[in-house]
C-alpha cells in the first residue's frame, strides 16, 4: 500500500471522526415545579417552583455536559413536636406533662450551581445526573404558635448534593423533565431534636427550552 494511499485513508478516516464527534453549544431556559422535603423531620412537603439557564455542550451523539445556573425554593411544612408542658393540680399536688405540637412553614430560596451530565437512550429520550452547590440566599420559617419560633432555624448556608433524572426533548427544542435532587448538608435545625440531620429532598417536575445552536 502506497503513501498516498494511507493518507487518504487516515483523511477519510479523520473525517468520519469529526463529523460523528462535531461538538454544538446551545443555550437555554427551564423551568418547573418543587415539591421539596426536609428529611429527618416530622414536616410534610412543600410546593414551590425553580428556574434558571444553562449551556448545553454536546460532545457526541450520547454525551452531552450541561452547567446550570438556578434559582430554586425548596423547604417543607406541617406539624411539628415543640417539646413540653407542666401544669400543676393544686388539689393533688402534683403536675401533668403533655406534650406540645405546633406548625412550621420553612421556605429555604437557593441559588444553585449544577453541573449535568446527560446521555441520550435515542433521538429524544435521555438520563441526567450530576452535582450541584447551593448557597442559600434566603429563608423564612413561620412558627405557630409564635413564641416557639427561636426553636427552628436554617442549617448551612452552602448545601452540596447530587441531581438525577430523565427527560423526553421534542424537535421543536422543547423537553420535558422529572428530577431527583438529594442534600447531604444540615439545612434545616429543630432545637427540639437537635440530634438528627435534617437535608434537602426535591422532586421536580419541569420544562426546557433551548435557542438555536451555535457550532464550534
Do not use: C, W
Amino acid at each position: 500500500m502506497t503513501k498516498q494511499n494511507l493518507a487518504i485513508i487516515a483523511l477519510t478516516f479523520f473525517a468520519f471522526i469529526t463529523t460523528q464527534a462535531q461538538v454544538t453549544f446551545k443555550p437555554g431556559i427551564h423551568a418547573g415545579v418543587n415539591i421539596s422535603k426536609l428529611t429527618n423531620t416530622d414536616l410534610g412537603t412543600k410546593t414551590d417552583f425553580y428556574i434558571g439557564g444553562f449551556g448545553a455542550l454536546k460532545l457526541g451523539r450520547v454525551y452531552t455536559l450541561q452547567p446550570e445556573l438556578t434559582y430554586s425554593r425548596q423547604g417543607g411544612k406541617g406539624t411539628a413536636d415543640m417539646g413540653t408542658t407542666s401544669v400543676y393540680n393544686p388539689q393533688t399536688n402534683t403536675y401533668t406533662t403533655t406534650s406540645v405540637s405546633g406548625t412550621v412553614d420553612a421556605s429555604l430560596q437557593y441559588i444553585s450551581a449544577i453541573t449535568i451530565n446527560k446521555f441520550n437512550f435515542t433521538e429524544n429520550l435521555y438520563a441526567l445526573a450530576g452535582p450541584f452547590a447551593d448557597i442559600l440566599i434566603a429563608d423564612n420559617i413561620k412558627v405557630e404558635p409564635k413564641e416557639k419560633e427561636y426553636n427552628f432555624n436554617k442549617g448551612q448556608d452552602i448545601d452540596l448534593g447530587i441531581i438525577a433524572g430523565l427527560g423526553y426533548s421534542l424537535k421543536n427544542g422543547i423537553a420535558f423533565e422529572a428530577r431527583v435532587k438529594k442534600g447531604f448538608t444540615n439545612a434545616f435545625i429543630n432545637y427540639y431534636d437537635e440530634s438528627s440531620d435534617s437535608n434537602n429532598l426535591v422532586f421536580q417536575l419541569g420544562a426546557a427550552y433551548t435557542f438555536g445552536k451555535q457550532k464550534i
